[in-house]
Each structure stands twice: as structure tokens, then as C-alpha cells.
């Protein structure tokens, strides 16, 4: 076999690879909650075809979901930041709740019940959090007597702001629609004993 036929079998081996990664990408995107292996068809495809006589072709490395999905989710995110900034600050002042405070004693842990999912984050008050699945935006706030509420944005229901009395530490938010059915988020506010053992 001459070096030749090996380069171009070589070539169409990593190509082939490269194109079933992709694939696979685009696949679990649009039929799954995952975000599949992007950048991986990328690079298999662009080394490919680099190695190949075509080289112009290794742009076909581009088509991989992952290489346009990264830049999107970074200029969507700073763009969504602003509308909920936006969106959040006259209620602030309207409900003249205290200004913003990170409490690094304590910690927030978000629950998904219905995909067995738990997340810590900062207690950030007057700060908002996301989640995409299920889809809701929340903020912690405290009014001027100290009294804590739960400020949700929930798109699929209405575009207004709902508040919640969140005296206790736990609190439940239910019937948030997916595409898999309503799911609940349960949000709990305790100390943090990272922090509070140091």
C-alpha cells in the first residue's frame, strides 16, 4: 500500500469519526437534555482533511454544533444578565427591599425533585438566579423589618414578577412546565459550614 492510499484512509477515517460525533452532537441537542461531545467532530474533521490534499475543506469542521453553541450561550448570557437586571431593579426599588448582600454564612441549595438534582450556590440577596429545566428566574430579597421573600419570573406562566413569603428555610415552587411534564424546585437557605467551620 503507498504512503498515499494510507494519508487518504487515514483522512476518511478521522473524518468519519468527526462527522459521527457531530452527528451525535446535533442529536442529543435537539432530542435530549444533553449538550452531546461538542468540539470533538470539529477537531476529528478539521485534522482530517489538513492532512488530505483539501484542506479548505477541514472548514467543514464548522458545522459542529459546539463550535457556534459556545459563542451564542456567551452573548445570550450577558444579553439575558441585562434583561433580568432590567427587569428586577424597579421592583427592587418599588418594594424598597435592602440593598444586595453576598451572606457568606450561609449557602443555597436548589432542588430539582424531578431529575434528582441538587445545586449549591452563593447566598447572594437582591441577586437573580436562573435555571433553564425547568425554566424559572428567582431572587432572594429582604424588606427594611428584615422579613425574607422569593421573587420568581416563571416565562411559561406570565411575565410578572410573583412574591412569596419565605419565612421559613425551605421553600417550594410547583407545576414549572417542561417539556417532560411540571417539575418542582425546592430552594433551601442554611448556614454554610464550609465557612462557618473555618
Not at 449538550?35 to 492532512?51: N, T
Not at 475543506?57 to 459546539?66: H, K
Not at 459556545?70 to 444579553?79: F, K, N
Amino acid at each position: 500500500m503507498s504512503p498515499t492510499t494510507e494519508m487518504y484512509i487515514l483522512c476518511a477515517i478521522l473524518c468519519l469519526i468527526g462527522f459521527f460525533f457531530m452527528g451525535l452532537c446535533y442529536y442529543t441537542v435537539f432530542f435530549t437534555e444533553s449538550s452531546g461531545a461538542p468540539f470533538i467532530g470539529s477537531i476529528f474533521v478539521a485534522i482530517g482533511f489538513l492532512l488530505s490534499p483539501f484542506k479548505w475543506l477541514a472548514l467543514l469542521g464548522l458545522l459542529d454544533y459546539g463550535v457556534w453553541a459556545l459563542p451564542h450561550a456567551i452573548i445570550s448570557e450577558h444579553l439575558e444578565s441585562k434583561r433580568r437586571q432590567k427587569f428586577f431593579d424597579p421592583f427592587y426599588t418599588e418594594k424598597n427591599y435592602q440593598e444586595s448582600k453576598h451572606d457568606e454564612t450561609k449557602a443555597m441549595f436548589v432542588r430539582i425533585k424531578e431529575r434528582d438534582e441538587e445545586l449549591e450556590w452563593p447566598y447572594v440577596t437582591r441577586s437573580t438566579y436562573s435555571l433553564n429545566i425547568p425554566k424559572i428566574v428567582f431572587s432572594i430579597c429582604l424588606d427594611k423589618a428584615g422579613n425574607r421573600f422569593l421573587l420568581t419570573e416563571e416565562p411559561y406562566k406570565s411575565k410578572q414578577i410573583k412574591v412569596y413569603p419565605f419565612d421559613e428555610d425551605i421553600i417550594t415552587v410547583t407545576d414549572l412546565p417542561t417539556k417532560k411534564g411540571n417539575m418542582t424546585v425546592e430552594i433551601e437557605v442554611r448556614d454554610n459550614e464550609r465557612n462557618n467551620n473555618s
